[in-house]
C-alpha cells in the first residue's frame, strides 16, 4: 500500500507539470494515465511478470512520440527499478539447473534467455523518453517564451530518474524483508530442532535415571540376600542347634527361650526375604532385561540373534520366565544345532504375551525347524 501511495504521488506531479506546459486534458494524456495506473497496480501485484513488463514497453515506447506521456516516465521508471536485477535471475535460473541435475547435460546453455534480455530493457529503456525530454528542453531553449516549460522539463526528467531511485529503494527494502522473514524461518526451525533435541536428551537423561535406579535397587537386594540373608540362616541355624543341646541336656527354660530366639529371627527372616523379593521386582526392567538375555551370548558364539520386542512391560515373574527361556534356547541352540541365524519374537495380544524363538539350524538336510515356542 506504501508503495502504491508513492507512485500515486509521481503520477499527481507529473499530472501537474504536463498541465502546466500543455494547459489542457488531451485524450493521449487521460490514456498514458490510465496505462501508468495499470502499470502500477500490475507491478505491485505481479512483479516482474510479463504483463507487468509489456505494460511498461508500452508506456515507455509511447512516452517516445507522445510527449504528454512523459508525466508518467515516473511511476515507469518506479516500477522499472523494482524489477529484479538480472544477475538475480541468472543465479536463480542456475540454481533450479543445479538442482534438477542438469548442469553436466547442458554445459553450454547461455546464461540468458529470452525473458531475461526483455527484463534488462525494460529496466532501463526509461532513460530514452528522459533523454527525448532533454533533447526538447534544448530546442526550445532558444525561445525565451518556452524557458519556463523547459524548466519544468527538466524538473521532470529529475523527477524520473528520483522515481527510479525510490523504487530501488523500496526494491532494496522488499528484498531486505523477505530475507529477514527466511531467517527468521531458519530461526523458528533451528528453535524446533533443538527444542526436539532437548527433548530427547531429556528422555534419555530419563530413562538413564531410571536404569541407574533399578540397578541400584537390584544391587540393594543383592547385598542383602548375599549378607543379611545370610547371616540371618546361620542364626537360624545355630538357635535350632542350641535348642537341640538343651532338650538333651534336661534345660527345658533354655530350650524354650531358643526356640523364641528361632521363631523371632525365622519371622526376620521371611521379612527379608519379602523385601528382597519386592527390591528385585521394582528392579526389573522388561526391556533391558529382554535384551541382556538375548544378547548375552553374542561375544562367545557364532549365532546372529535377531531381536523384535512387542512387549513394554511385564510383571517380574513373567520377565524372568521369558528371560530364562530365551537363555535356555540359545544355549540348546548352540549346543545342539548348526544355526547361523535366531529370531527371537515377543508380542503382545489383549489375552496373553507371545515368545516365539526359531532358528535356521538343521540336521544333514532337514529343513530349517523351530527351536522353541513359547
Not at 512523459?70 to 521508471?77: E, I, K, N, T
Request: net charge neutral; aromatic share 4%.
Amino acid at each position: 500500500m506504501r508503495r502504491l501511495l508513492l507512485q500515486a504521488i509521481f503520477l499527481t506531479f507529473g499530472l501537474i507539470a504536463n498541465l502546466y506546459i500543455v494547459g489542457d486534458v488531451s485524450a493521449e494524456l487521460v490514456c498514458g494515465a490510465l496505462l501508468a495506473i495499470c502499470c502500477a497496480a500490475v507491478g505491485e501485484y505481479a512483479r516482474s511478470s510479463a504483463w507487468t513488463i509489456a505494460i511498461l514497453l508500452m508506456l515507455d515506447c509511447g512516452a517516445c512520440f507522445t510527449p504528454s506521456w512523459c508525466a508518467m516516465m515516473p511511476v515507469a521508471a518506479y516500477n522499472a527499478a523494482m524489477l529484479p536485477a538480472v544477475s538475480q535471475n541468472v543465479e536463480q535460473h542456475r540454481a533450479g539447473r543445479n538442482h534438477a541435475g542438469l548442469r553436466s547435460q547442458l554445459p553450454n546453455m547461455p546464461q540468458y534467455d529470452a525473458m531475461q534480455i526483455t527484463t534488462v530493457i525494460a529496466r532501463w529503456v526509461w532513460i530514452i523518453p528522459v533523454v527525448a525530454t532533454l533533447v526538447r528542453c534544448r530546442n526550445a531553449g532558444a525561445h525565451a517564451d518556452d524557458m519556463g516549460a523547459a524548466l519544468i522539463a527538466v524538473l521532470l526528467a529529475l523527477h524520473v530518474v528520483l522515481g527510479f531511485m525510490v523504487g530501488l529503494l523500496c526494491a532494496r527494502n522488499v528484498t531486505l524483508t523477505r530475507q529477514n522473514r527466511r531467517l527468521q524461518d531458519s530461526k523458528r526451525d533451528q528453535i524446533r530442532r533443538l527444542r526436539s533435541q532437548l527433548a530427547e536428551s531429556e528422555e534419555d537423561r530419563a530413562a538413564s535415571v531410571r536404569v541407574a535406579t533399578l540397578a541400584e535397587r537390584t544391587r540393594i537386594a543383592r547385598e542383602i540376600h548375599d549378607n543379611v540373608g545370610h547371616m540371618l540362616t546361620r542364626a537360624i541355624m545355630q538357635s535350632e542347634a542350641a535348642q537341640v543341646v538343651a532338650q538333651v541336656s534336661g534345660q527345658e527354660q533354655a530350650a524354650q527361650g531358643f526356640a523364641q530366639i528361632h521363631d523371632t529371627v525365622g519371622e526376620a527372616m521371611t521379612l527379608v526375604r519379602g523385601a528382597v523379593h519386592d527390591l528385585k521386582d521394582e528392579g526389573t526392567d522388561f526391556v533391558a532385561q529382554i535384551e541382556a538375555s538375548a544378547h548375552g551370548l553374542d561375544d562367545s558364539s557364532t549365532v546372529n540373534v535377531t531381536l523384535s520386542n512387542g512387549i513394554d512391560a511385564a510383571p517380574a515373574a513373567v520377565s524372568r520366565c521369558f528371560a530364562t527361556t530365551i537363555r535356555e534356547a540359545l544355549n540348546n541352540t548352540i549346543r545342539h544345532s548348526m544355526a547361523r541365524n535366531v529370531d527371537i519374537t515377543l508380542r503382545d495380544f489383549p489375552a496373553l504375551w507371545q515368545l516365539r524363538i526359531q532358528d535356521d539350524g538343521a540336521c544333514g538336510t532337514m529343513a530349517p525347524k523351530e527351536t522353541s515356542t513359547v
